[in-house]
Structures are given as structure tokens and as C-alpha cells.
């Protein structure tokens, strides 16, 4: 056997090895993928409001963590919300409004105000920043 067919056989071994492997799993491989419905990652531009709000210190203490869950339909929302696009009084709002509402408040963006029918959600501090920041990140 030349030193070239042994070179070439050796380099040959491992992903004739990966082959194998993957053939015999195949079934298993093939259903571990089926269960993966969504790999998620934060979106850039979320990332980026955090990093400006965290240098201008108005990032209030272990809410990064909070925050780095929204994403850009809820910045949208929040906007929405604060120029008065969507309808603040809650109970004028629709189901997906709502919803919009409920992760904002939870996330500290929107607070509810008033009483009874009166009940309206407005903008706190924090939420007119990244609002402020979400403007200027294509400045």
C-alpha cells in the first residue's frame, strides 16, 4: 500500500464514521429535530436600547433581564400606545390589545391610571426612554 492510498484512507475514516452514526440514529436524529419548534435569540435592536439605556444609567437594577424578552412588535405596541394610536382606556381595547397592555405593564413600560371605566394605561418613565432610544437607533 502507497503512503498516498494510506494518507487517503485515514482521511476517509472519520466522516465515513460520522456517516454511519448518523445513519444508525437517523429515526432519533430526525425526531429530536421535529421537537425543535423555535430556536429564539434576542433581536439586535432590543439588545441595542439596552446597552444605550445601561450607559445612560436609566436602566433600573435586574430589569435588562426583564426587557431583553420584548420584542420589536412590542416596542411597536408601546408606541402605539404612547401617541395615543391605540385606544388607552381598557375597557375600549380588543383582545390583542390587551395583551400588548398586560406584557407592558409587567415589563414596567405602561402603568394603568385611573378607576372603574376611567381605567386607561399610560407610559411610565422608563417605557417614554426606550421609546426615545427605539427612535434613534436609525439616527
Known amino acids: 500500500m502507497s503512503e498516498s492510498s494510506a494518507a487517503i484512507i485515514i482521511a476517509l475514516v472519520w466522516p465515513i464514521t460520522v456517516l454511519i452514526v448518523v445513519f444508525m440514529f437517523k429515526k432519533n436524529i430526525t425526531d429530536l429535530f421535529t421537537r425543535i419548534s423555535k430556536i429564539k435569540s434576542p433581536p439586535l435592536g432590543i439588545e441595542l436600547m439596552l446597552d444605550e439605556l445601561e450607559t445612560r444609567r436609566i436602566l433600573p437594577f435586574g430589569a435588562r433581564r426583564e426587557l431583553s424578552g420584548l420584542t420589536s412588535h412590542d416596542i411597536w405596541a408601546l ?43 399610560i407610559l411610565t418613565e422608563l417605557g417614554k426612554k426606550i421609546i426615545e432610544i427605539a427612535g434613534q437607533l436609525l439616527n
Open 79 to 121: 408606541d402605539e400606545f404612547g401617541r395615543g394610536a391605540i385606544n388607552v382606556l381598557l375597557t375600549k381595547m380588543n383582545v390583542p390589545q390587551r395583551v400588548a397592555a398586560r406584557t407592558l405593564i409587567d415589563a414596567k413600560l405602561l402603568t394603568i391610571d385611573g378607576a372603574g371605566e376611567n381605567r386607561k394605561v
